[in-house]
C-alpha cells in the first residue's frame, strides 16, 4: 500500500461549491504539508502541520483551510472554490529536519473549477 | 526577490549519453538541497540531498554538485536510459525556513 494517499484523484466542480481534499499517510511522520503545482510556477506551499495541534499557513493559504485530524490524516478545503484554483494539489509528508526534512509525495488530485 | 531557476525548455538527449540538468538560485543561503523526479499523474519522488558543506553527492548513474559561490547546482545522470525521461525538480531549505522547489525541467531521452 502507498505510503501517501490522497482522494479523490480526480474532481471537477463548479465556481462556488466547498471541496476537501483528503490526506492520509501510514509513514508514521509527524510533519504534513499540502502544495499546489501550476504549470511553469513549481510546486507552492499551501499550509503546513507539525503536529496534530500544529497548523501554518504556507505561501498560498489565501481561500483554502485545513483540518488535521489525526497524526495520520491532514485534509484541504476550499470553502468557495474558484476558477484560478484549478490545479493540481499533493500532499506531503517529512521527517524531522535534523535529518534531511525529505518530502514523501501523494499521488495527487487533479482539482478543475469551472 | 528570492528566486529558483530550472531550465523551462526540455533537454533532449540520445540515449546513453550524459544529461545535466542546472539549478540556479538567488537570494538563498540554502543549508541544503535536494532534487526529485516527477513522472506525469504522479507526486515528485525524492532522489538526492546535497549539504551546504558538500560539493558533490553520487548514487548509482546519478551525481549532483553543489557550488554556493556560483549558487548553483548541477544534476547529471549518466548513461541516460529512456526510462530516465521525467521532470527533475529542485529544491532548496534554509535554517529554520520551508522547503522551496523550482518549476522543474522535462528530460526526454531518446533511443
Known amino acids: 500500500d502507498a505510503d501517501v494517499t490522497q482522494t479523490p484523484r480526480n474532481r471537477i466542480t463548479k465556481t462556488g461549491k466547498r471541496i476537501m481534499l483528503e490526506c492520509s499517510q501510514t509513514?508514521?511522520?509527524?510533519?504534513m504539508y499540502w502544495y499546489r503545482q501550476d504549470p511553469g510556477l513549481g510546486l507552492r506551499l499551501i499550509y503546513y502541520?507539525?503536529?496534530?495541534?500544529?497548523?501554518n499557513k504556507g505561501e498560498i493559504s489565501d481561500g483554502y483551510s485545513v483540518s488535521r485530524q489525526a497524526q495520520a490524516k491532514f485534509s484541504l478545503s476550499l470553502e468557495s472554490a474558484i476558477p484560478n484554483q484549478t490545479a493540481l494539489y499533493f500532499c506531503?509528508?517529512?521527517?524531522?529536519?535534523?535529518?534531511?526534512?525529505?518530502?514523501?509525495f501523494g499521488p495527487g488530485t487533479r482539482l478543475t473549477v469551472l | 526577490s528570492q528566486k529558483i531557476e530550472q531550465n523551462s525548455e526540455a533537454l533532449n538527449i540520445q540515449e546513453g549519453k550524459t544529461a545535466t540538468l542546472t539549478c540556479n538560485y538567488t537570494?538563498?543561503?540554502?543549508?541544503?538541497l535536494q532534487w526529485y523526479r516527477q513522472d506525469p499523474g504522479r507526486g515528485p519522488v525524492f532522489l538526492l540531498l546535497?549539504?551546504?558543506?558538500?560539493k558533490e553527492k553520487r548514487k548509482e548513474r546519478l551525481k549532483v554538485t553543489f557550488d554556493t559561490t556560483l549558487k548553483q547546482s548541477l544534476f547529471h545522470i549518466t548513461a541516460s536510459q529512456p526510462a530516465d525521461s521525467a521532470t527533475y525538480l529542485c529544491a532548496l531549505r534554509e535554517y529554520g525556513n520551508k522547503l522551496v522547489f523550482g518549476a522543474g525541467t522535462i528530460l526526454r531521452v531518446k533511443s
Open positions: 509513514k508514521g511522520h509527524d510533519r
Open positions: 506531503a509528508t517529512s521527517d524531522e529536519p535534523g535529518s534531511t526534512d525529505t518530502q514523501y
Open positions: 537570494n538563498y543561503s540554502p543549508a541544503y
Open positions: 502541520s507539525f503536529d496534530v495541534k500544529d497548523i
Open positions: 546535497i549539504r551546504e558543506n558538500e
